[in-house]
């Protein structure tokens, strides 16, 4: 019996003893209850630099309420059976909003996509207000979708594609001229700015921080109508850009063909001007050597020209000539044709 006993003392022992003991992992963070009543918040702030700064807020915060506050990961104890932890996540949680349409000052629809890191500030407030990681998110996504329209609707659409008033950059040159861009007087950083500084101030009552980053816009796109209007705009731009080369392209061509046309008749006139010349040149010596064949022999002379005479004016295979008896050709031929029968008969 005294060794049963002695048994269950050291089990019950060994039971509260790891009931009364817990751990704290570095990316957790813990609340304390007693019989539901928090007693003690254990914390591992996210930013080191703020480490002091959120320690001095929970302490000035709860020490009205005797709510204790501990910093640091580690082995820690509590009273068995009576008191409870429970832990909370202290790394960095994301959060990404639906994108929603939102019209801006000047009328302009746009989709705005955004997106935040955000941590567990204060844990007990966390437990009080939201209690688990789903219902925070609920409490974002009224937030920040909340000042992010808030923000945008009191602005032009430059005012939230744009940070500054740098020059546009352009493809093409002739695109500057058909770009109608406003002046920046504040411009996008100064807008998620204030969209992060109204969503930091909202979340406090629910013990939850918005990381130094901020709340940024991941995605910022025209409605579909408007984005249908803007691409039409911008094929009429690229027709006419287009139309412009054309007409360009067509006056140079012009301009070449007509250069191309008067080269070519300085050529042509030039070449017929030199053909000329030496036409002339192979005439006149042809003359030259005719006058002095034909010179020879006049009566042959007369005959040849005779002969080229009616060739131009009879011609053709099939052409026959009639002369008559006192047609001078007939008589030139008849004398020739007797005075060969002469020499043949003298012969």
């Not at 068995?80 to 629809?109: A, C, H, M």
């Not at 746009?110 to 990681?133: C, E, M, N």
């Not at 003359?287 to 002095?292: D, F, G, H, R, V």
Request: contains cysteine; hydrophobic residues 35%.
């Amino acid at each position: 019996m005294a060794r049963i006993l002695i048994i269950v003392v050291l089990v019950l022992s060994l039971i509260c003893l790891s009931s009364s003991m817990y751990v704290i992992d570095q990316t957790e963070q813990a609340v304390i209850t007693q019989f539901g009543k928090p007693v003690r918040i254990i914390i591992n702030p996210i930013e080191g630099r703020e480490k002091e700064q959120i320690l001095t807020e929970l302490k000035n915060k709860y020490s009205k309420e005797g709510i204790a506050i501990a910093v640091g990961a580690g082995l820690r104890f509590k009273i068995p059976f009576i008191q409870s932890v429970r832990k909370f996540e202290r790394r960095l949680l994301r959060w990404n909003g639906y994108p929603e349409q939102i019209p801006t000052k000047d009328k302009k629809y746009i989709w705005v996509d955004s997106t935040a890191r955000w941590y567990i500030k204060d844990p007990l407030q966390f437990l009080r207000s939201v209690g688990t990681k789903e219902q925070a998110h609920s409490r974002l996504d009224d937030i920040i979708d909340s000042s992010t329209r808030n923000s945008i609707t009191k602005r032009d659409l430059i005012e939230v594609v744009r940070t500054d008033n740098r020059e546009m950059r352009v493809a093409e040159e002739e695109l500057r001229e058909t770009i109608m861009v406003g002046q920046v007087s504040e411009g996008r950083p100064k807008i998620v700015a204030e969209i992060t500084e109204v969503s930091r101030k909202s979340c406090l009552e629910y013990g939850i921080g918005i990381h130094s980053s901020g709340v940024l816009i991941k995605g910022l796109t025209y409605v579909q109508d408007v984005k249908l209007k803007v691409e039409d705009r911008m094929i009429e731009e690229r027709q006419r850009i287009a139309k412009k080369y054309i007409s360009e392209g067509e006056g140079e061509y012009e301009k070449i063909m007509g250069d191309k046309e008067r080269d070519v008749k300085t050529i042509m006139s030039v070449a017929y001007k030199t053909a000329k010349e030496i036409e002339g040149e192979a005439d006149a010596k042809a003359t030259e050597i005719y006058a002095k064949g034909f010179g020879k022999d006049p009566e042959f002379y007369r005959f040849w020209k005779t002969l080229e005479l009616y060739e131009e004016h009879v011609g053709g295979e099939k052409t026959r000539l009639i002369l008559g008896t006192d047609n001078p050709l007939f008589n030139f031929i008849k004398g020739q044709i007797s005075e060969t029968k002469q020499g043949t008969t003298e012969q």
